[in-house]
C-alpha cells in the first residue's frame, strides 16, 4: 500500500506531466488559446444545453469549431481552424480535445434532430465541424454522429477546402495579399516594418472584394456597376465608407464626384487586361468614375494602373518613377523614412497613390513592398492593396508563404474568379 507521501508525489508527477504536455501544445500551436480562454466561462453551460436537447446561448464558433473560410463573420475567420494540422493539434489538445468528444458524444445520444437542437444554420456548422475531425480522429465518434443526425452526409466544402488545393502559382493576388496584410494595421497605425504579416485577425476588406468585382468585369464584360452593387451586396461586412455603401443600395447609383482611394484600391486587375498603356488608362478612367468621377479619383486609378502595366512589360524602377511623375504630378522623390515620422491616416487618392508607389519603388521584394507601405502608418489595408498590385506585377508574383495565408482567408468564389483572371489574361502575358 502506498503511503501518503508516495500518493501525494505520484498525483504531483502527473499534474506536472500534464502541464508540460499542455505547455507543449500551446508552444506547437500558440492560437488554439483563443478556444481555451473562449470556452473557460461557457462550456460547461454549453454542454448542459446540448444535453437538454436545445441550445439557447452564443457560442457554436468556439465550442464545435469549423474550417476557416466557411462563414463571413468575424467570429468564423477568429475561431476557423485553419488547416488539417490544426484540426489534429485541437483533438489532442488535454483541454479541448476532451471536451470536444464529451460534448459530441452529448449530441449522439440525444433522438432529437440536429436542427431542431441546434437551429438550421448552427447545425450546417456542426456538420462542417463533424466533417473536419471526423477526417483526423482515430475512432469513429464523429462519423456516428454524421450517420445518425446527418443521414451519413459529409459537408463538401470541408472536405474541398482540406484536399483541392487550387493552383496557387496561377492566381493574381498582389492587391488582396497587400488587404489582408494591412487589415489588421488600419486602425492600429504601424511606424514600423518590423510588424507580424498575419493573425487571427487579418482578413479581407473592400478593397479585395471591389478588387475580384473588377476582375469579374474584365472577364465578364457585363456591366460593371451591377457587377460592383452584386458583390458588394453579398458582402457586405467588408468595411465601406458611408458614401459607397449608399451607393451600393441605391437603385439607381450616380457617381459621388469623390477623390478618395477607393478608386485605386480595386484597379490592380486594369493594369493586367489590355495590351496597351492607352488601353489601360482608358479603362482605368471607365472603372474610377462609376463613383470616383473627381479628377483625383480618376487620376490616383489610372496612376496605379499604368504603375502595374508598366512594372509588368519589364519597365525600370526609374522608368516607371519618370512616367508617373511627368503624367500625373506626382512627387516620388521622397523616401519612405522622410513621410512615415508625420504622415497621418488619409483616405485620399492625392494622400495614398504616390506614398504607395514610393514604398513600391524603394522596395527589394514583394514582402518588403508590403512592409513598407504598412509601416508609413495610413490607409493600410488600402495602401498596401495598391502598393501589392504594382509589386506583385514587377516581381513576377506572391510569395508562396504569403499566398498561403491570403487563399485561407478568402471565399473559394473569390480564388475561383481571380484563377480565371490569370488563366485569361496573366498566363499570356508573361
Same mark, same amino acid.
Given at each position: 500500500?502506498?503511503?501518503i507521501?508516495?500518493?501525494f508525489?505520484?498525483?504531483e508527477?502527473e499534474?506536472k506531466t500534464k502541464?508540460?504536455?499542455?505547455?507543449?501544445?500551446?508552444?506547437l500551436y500558440?492560437?488554439?488559446?483563443?478556444?481555451?480562454?473562449?470556452?473557460e466561462?461557457?462550456?460547461e453551460?454549453?454542454l448542459?444545453?446540448?444535453?437538454?436537447?436545445?441550445? =439557447?446561448?452564443?457560442?457554436?464558433?468556439?465550442?464545435f469549431?469549423q474550417?476557416k473560410?466557411l462563414g463571413?463573420?468575424?467570429?468564423?475567420?477568429y475561431?476557423?481552424?485553419?488547416?488539417?494540422e490544426?484540426?489534429?493539434?485541437?483533438l489532442?489538445?488535454?483541454?479541448?480535445?476532451k471536451?470536444?468528444?464529451e460534448?459530441?458524444?452529448?449530441?449522439?445520444?440525444?433522438d432529437?434532430?440536429?436542427?431542431?437542437?441546434?437551429?438550421?444554420?448552427d447545425?450546417?456548422?456542426?456538420?462542417?465541424?463533424?466533417?473536419?475531425?471526423?477526417?483526423?480522429?482515430e475512432?469513429? =465518434?464523429f462519423e456516428?454522429?454524421?450517420?445518425?443526425?446527418?443521414?451519413?452526409e459529409k459537408?463538401?466544402?470541408?472536405?474541398?477546402?482540406?484536399?483541392?488545393k487550387?493552383?496557387?502559382?496561377?492566381?493574381?493576388?498582389?492587391?488582396?495579399?497587400?488587404d489582408?496584410?494591412g487589415?489588421?494595421?488600419?486602425?492600429?497605425?504601424?511606424?514600423s516594418?518590423?510588424?507580424g504579416?498575419f493573425?487571427?485577425?487579418s482578413? /479581407?476588406?473592400?478593397?479585395s472584394?471591389?478588387t475580384?468585382?473588377?476582375?469579374?468585369?474584365?472577364?465578364?464584360?457585363?456591366?460593371?456597376?451591377?457587377?460592383m452593387?452584386d458583390?458588394?451586396?453579398?458582402?457586405?461586412?467588408?468595411g /465601406?465608407?458611408?458614401?459607397f455603401?449608399?451607393?451600393?443600395?441605391?437603385?439607381?447609383?450616380?457617381?459621388?464626384?469623390?477623390?478618395?482611394?477607393?478608386?485605386?484600391?480595386?484597379?490592380s486587375?486594369v493594369g493586367?487586361?489590355?495590351?496597351?498603356?492607352e488601353e489601360t =488608362?482608358?479603362?482605368?478612367?471607365?472603372?474610377?468614375?462609376?463613383t470616383?468621377?473627381?479628377p483625383?479619383?480618376i487620376?490616383g486609378?489610372q496612376?496605379t494602373?499604368?504603375?502595374?502595366f508598366?512594372?509588368?512589360?519589364g519597365?525600370?524602377?526609374?522608368?516607371?518613377k519618370?512616367?508617373?511623375e511627368?503624367i500625373?504630378?506626382?512627387?516620388?522623390?521622397?523616401?519612405?523614412?522622410?513621410i512615415?515620422?508625420?504622415?497621418?491616416?488619409?483616405?485620399?487618392?492625392?494622400?495614398?497613390?504616390?506614398?504607395?508607389?514610393?514604398a513600391?519603388l524603394?522596395?527589394?521584394d514583394?514582402?518588403s513592398?508590403?512592409? =513598407?507601405?504598412v509601416?508609413?502608418?495610413?490607409?493600410?489595408?488600402?495602401?498596401?492593396?495598391?502598393?501589392?498590385?504594382?509589386?506583385e506585377?514587377?516581381y513576377g508574383?506572391?510569395?508562396e508563404?504569403i499566398?498561403?495565408e491570403?487563399?485561407k482567408?478568402?471565399?473559394?468564389?473569390?480564388?475561383?474568379?481571380?484563377?480565371?483572371?490569370?488563366?485569361k489574361?496573366?498566363?499570356k502575358k508573361?
Open positions: 500500500m502506498k503511503s507521501k508516495e500518493i508525489d505520484s498525483f508527477k499534474e502541464n508540460i504536455l499542455l505547455k507543449e501544445q500551446e508552444d500558440p492560437s488554439l488559446e483563443r478556444f481555451v480562454d473562449a470556452q466561462q461557457i462550456y453551460m454549453a448542459e444545453e446540448v444535453k437538454n436537447g436545445k441550445k =439557447l446561448s452564443h457560442w457554436i464558433w468556439y465550442i469549431p474550417l473560410g463571413q463573420s468575424g467570429n468564423s475567420y475561431y476557423g481552424i485553419d488547416d488539417i490544426e484540426a489534429k493539434a485541437y489532442k489538445h488535454p483541454i479541448l480535445g471536451r470536444l468528444q460534448i459530441t458524444s452529448a449530441f449522439l445520444l440525444l432529437k434532430g440536429a436542427e431542431e437542437v441546434f437551429g438550421g444554420l447545425a450546417m456548422k456542426v456538420r462542417s465541424c463533424m466533417t473536419l475531425f471526423d477526417e483526423v480522429s475512432d469513429d =465518434l456516428k454522429v454524421l450517420e445518425k443526425h446527418y443521414h451519413g459537408d463538401e466544402l470541408t472536405i474541398k477546402r482540406l484536399y483541392i487550387p493552383q496557387s502559382d496561377k492566381i493574381l493576388l498582389g492587391a488582396i495579399a497587400g489582408v496584410i487589415s489588421f494595421y488600419e486602425f492600429h497605425a504601424c511606424k516594418t518590423d510588424f504579416l493573425y487571427d485577425a482578413r /479581407y476588406t473592400d478593397d472584394v471591389m475580384v468585382a473588377i476582375a469579374d468585369w474584365l472577364l465578364t464584360g457585363d456591366s460593371l456597376l451591377e457587377i452593387q458583390y458588394g451586396n453579398r458582402y457586405p461586412a467588408a /465601406y465608407g458611408g458614401m455603401y449608399s451607393w451600393l443600395k441605391a437603385r439607381e447609383p450616380k457617381p459621388y464626384n469623390s477623390w478618395g482611394n477607393g478608386s485605386a484600391m480595386r484597379i486587375p493586367w487586361a489590355f495590351n496597351t498603356l =488608362l482608358e479603362a482605368a478612367k471607365q472603372s474610377a468614375e462609376i470616383h468621377n473627381h483625383e479619383g487620376k486609378a496612376a494602373a499604368a504603375s502595374i508598366l512594372a509588368r512589360t519597365k525600370s524602377k526609374q522608368e516607371i519618370k512616367y508617373i511627368q500625373f504630378g506626382y512627387n516620388l522623390s521622397r523616401t519612405c523614412d522622410e512615415r515620422p508625420t504622415y497621418l491616416f488619409d483616405e485620399s487618392c492625392q494622400g495614398t497613390v504616390p506614398e504607395s508607389i514610393i513600391f524603394e522596395s527589394s514583394f514582402e513592398a508590403i512592409r =513598407l507601405a509601416s508609413l502608418g495610413g490607409d493600410a489595408d488600402t495602401m498596401g492593396a495598391i502598393t501589392g498590385g504594382i509589386a506585377a514587377f508574383g506572391v510569395p508563404h499566398k498561403k491570403v487563399l482567408r478568402l471565399p473559394n468564389e473569390f480564388i475561383k474568379v481571380m484563377m480565371n483572371f490569370y488563366q489574361f496573366v498566363e508573361i
